[in-house]
């Protein structure tokens, strides 16, 4: 049995990367606690502790004696804006606050997305480039980005391209999204599997990504052609130029120099490993 390294509380642990999450985290001899409503099942590698990101008085007892809150909850793929909206900034702002007063020496790690990034960048999304978010989901993200900022707290940031693996399913989900966008199969897409998320929030737990914004990716963005390819589909071809070469495309120079490095370095790889 290896020794508890500290308690951590998991938001959105029920969803495509807290449930891969966190069992690693257990694993690696941290305590996890995973907040869930009322009612519902701790995930596996945690013990559930009941509250609501809307609900403000309930999160006190949830952060109380953490060392850290790894902050996976949000609201994604719905017209819904207002909920987007809700969910990733208000509830974002609720738990910071909640930390702030009751758990102010906790570090708090926040999951973004590298989708904030300007469509027709001049290269691929670094973090020192002005966010120009499409949509309400990124947009979101980039709000609650500054609110984490402008806390006072011990913070990081980590933004995800396309996470896939561990049998997730959202490899096989990938081509309709990307049929029905019409994107160019030579478009080249960041890409990182679950096990090194692992990889960086244990990184950020450790302290070595504190007080920045950092994109997290593997090192070999693959052709949208080649990725549905893997995925066992066949894109529309097109000898057509492309458009915006580097959107989807995150620079991930800064984690490397860091000390982050993929341990599933592409696609080809987890699929050769049986790790999709």
């Not at 409503?37 to 509250?51: N, Q, V, W, Y």
């Not at 980590?158 to 966008?181: C, M, N, Q, S, T």
């Amino acid at each position: 049995m290896k020794e508890k390294k500290g308690k951590i509380l998991v938001t959105g642990g029920t969803g495509l990367v807290g449930a891969r999450l966190l069992p690693r985290l257990a694993g690696a001899g941290y305590n996890c606690r995973a907040l869930v409503r009322e009612g519902k099942a701790a995930p596996a590698g945690a013990a559930g502790i009941t509250g609501d990101l809307f609900d403000p008085l309930s999160l006190a007892g949830a952060v109380k004696e953490i060392s850290a809150v790894i902050h996976l909850a949000a609201v994604f793929r719905t017209a819904d804006t207002e909920l987007i909206w809700k969910s990733n900034l208000e509830g974002t702002r609720n738990l910071i606050e909640a930390v702030r007063l009751h758990a102010p020496g906790a570090k708090f790690i926040f999951a973004s997305t590298s989708h904030v990034y300007n469509k027709d960048n001049p290269h691929p999304g670094r973090e020192d480039d002005e966010p120009a978010p499409q949509h309400a989901y990124p947009a979101s993200k980039v709000a609650a980005e500054k609110a984490l900022g402008e806390s006072g707290l011990s913070w990081s940031v980590l933004r995800f391209p396309f996470v896939y693996g561990d049998g997730d399913g959202h490899l096989e989900d990938l081509p309709k999204h990307a049929i029905a966008a019409k994107f160019h199969p030579a478009m080249r897409m960041s890409t990182i599997h679950h096990r090194d998320i692992f990889t960086a929030v244990a990184m950020a737990l450790e302290g070595k990504l504190d007080g920045r914004i950092v994109n997290i990716a593997d090192e070999a963005p693959l052709t949208l052609y080649e990725i549905l390819q893997l995925a066992g589909e066949t894109m529309p071809a097109t000898s057509e130029p492309l458009a915006d070469p580097w959107y989807l495309h995150a620079d991930a120079s800064l984690a490397r120099s860091l000390g982050f490095k993929a341990s599933v370095r592409t696609i080809h790889q987890a699929k050769e490993e049986g790790m999709l």
